[in-house]
């Protein structure tokens, strides 16, 4: 299973995403944005979390438009996976993969913390390792992580459902409390709170380790 992970001016998580996919099985690349494609014969495309471009404008709003995005894009409109953390998500709504927006948290605080996420499908190679309804502990580390989606919108999503995570506790004003969202084909996760980060025992938690087992074994026997 060959992934690459994209690294902008400003993303933090780039690493600890890549250690967490090659620990699953994953033959993982790391792509910086200018490059004005992606590798040939990759599996899935993940976006990690950090502040590109240091969050000026909107956050993820510059990183959209860096070229290797159009790779991105064409990528998942050929059917490819991907997924997208934090800020990672952010560029995800920015480029019109996902669905809806982050905005700033409703407190107007930077947020970092463990919080409880709900799985709420596992309809999904993200979330097949996981049992619906259960309650697992996700770091989180931002400040406008508040999902936000009309009502139609919320509406869609809902009744596909394609909500992934909502956390358990209101954390950041998010619609619904919704905590991660999957594109129409079900390919594309976007999610706040951090797996890559709970992947080690050492590093306080193993809740990530299923969504990245379940991805890279679905993408290995797909």
């Not at 967490?20 to 590798?39: C, E, T």
């Not at 990759?42 to 590109?52: E, I, K, N, T, Y």
């Not at 594109?183 to 050492?202: F, I, K």
């Amino acid at each position: 299973m060959r992934a690459a992970v994209i690294v902008f001016p400003g993303s933090n998580c780039d690493r600890d995403m890549a250690v967490a996919l090659r620990a699953a099985g994953a033959d993982v690349q790391m792509v910086w944005h200018k490059d004005a494609a992606l590798p040939d014969g990759l599996d899935l495309v993940a976006v990690p979390g950090g502040f590109s471009f240091g969050d000026y404008l909107r956050c993820g709003a510059i990183a959209a438009h860096s070229p290797i995005c159009q790779g991105l894009v064409a990528h998942v409109n050929r059917g490819g996976y991907a997924l997208g953390v934090c800020n990672g998500f952010q560029v995800l709504t920015e480029t019109g993969v996902l669905p809806g927006a982050l905005m700033r948290n409703a407190h107007l605080k930077f947020i970092c913390k463990s919080v409880g996420l709900t799985v709420a499908t596992t309809d999904s190679a993200f979330t097949q390792g996981y049992t619906a309804g259960d309650v697992i502990d996700l770091p989180v580390a931002h400040h406008d992580g508040n999902y936000t989606i009309d009502a139609e919108g919320l509406a869609q999503l809902q009744d596909a459902d394609r909500i992934a995570f909502t956390y358990a506790n209101s954390l950041n004003g998010s619609v619904a409390d919704i905590a991660g969202v999957l594109s129409t084909n079900r390919r594309v996760l976007g999610m706040m709170p951090h797996p890559e980060r709970s992947v080690d025992a050492l590093h306080g938690g193993i809740a990530g380790q299923a969504l990245f087992r379940g991805l890279v074994a679905q993408l290995v026997n797909a």
